[in-house]
């Protein structure tokens, strides 16, 4: 079996997971988006997946690395989604902001300002996500829930700047009873901020990797970040 098969049989059984999640709490399955999580991919990994022809969503970590790849695959990676998923430094910024539709990390204003910038001199708006630490670790990227309005509120100001949402990370865990209230309190909270005039658009909600996507999903995800159960 070639490994473009290989890969196309893993991402099928993948969907059918993420549909039978959305048939549990009464869900569209094609309301979530699967996002392959290239971070230990190598670019002839990434383009046997993009050949098997079942997956049009990469997510990247590292921004020199994405550049990297994004130049290996050549005209391949314009037929793909570009994600940044991982924390962004704003020195990077200009170096992620042409490859990535979405940036999901987002936790600064100087990491805006920064975005904002290099997007205003790519000739694009620039979709975000706010990375929120619902968990409360300190090992853990994002800002503090309480100060998710207004951190959001600060960004409508930036002209070259979208918000679409929220990402966050479930602390690595088998207590499935806490993961799922880190989810759920994601969601309630993009629910409670969605309410506010001017932020209708805050409707995305990134949440959910290769050990907890089922939970994320029945929790109301709406991007799953998939690496291992791809790659691996």
Request: hydrophobic share 35%; net charge neutral; charged share 30%.
């Amino acid at each position: 079996m070639d490994k473009s098969n290989t890969y196309r049989l893993k991402i099928e059984q993948l969907r059918n997971d993420i549909s039978e999640s959305c048939r549990k709490s009464n869900r569209d399955p094609g309301s979530v988006t699967l996002i392959a999580a290239s971070k230990y991919a190598d670019a002839k990994q990434i383009e046997d997946v993009i050949g098997s022809g079942s997956i049009t969503d990469f997510g990247e970590n590292r921004a020199d690395e994405f550049s990297e790849k994004y130049c290996k695959l050549g005209c391949l990676a314009l037929k793909v989604r570009w994600h940044f998923i991982g924390h962004l430094q704003s020195r990077k910024a200009k170096a992620v902001v042409p490859l990535a539709e979405y940036i999901h990390s987002i936790d600064s204003i100087s990491t805006i300002e920064a975005v904002n910038k290099a997007a205003f001199k790519e000739g694009k708006i620039q979709k975000v996500l706010i990375e929120v630490n619902i968990s409360g670790e300190e090992t853990k990227y994002g800002i503090k829930p309480d100060e998710a309005e207004y951190f959001i509120r600060n960004i409508l100001d930036y002209k070259n700047i979208m918000a679409c949402g929220l990402m966050t990370m479930a602390p690595l865990t088998s207590d499935e009873t806490l993961i799922r209230k880190v989810f759920r309190c994601t969601r309630s909270l993009r629910d409670s901020i969605i309410k506010n005039p001017g932020f209708e658009g805050i409707t995305e909600l990134s949440m959910g990797m290769s050990n907890d996507f089922r939970i994320a999903v029945e929790e109301g995800s709406t991007m799953v970040r998939i690496g291992s159960l791809i790659f691996l």
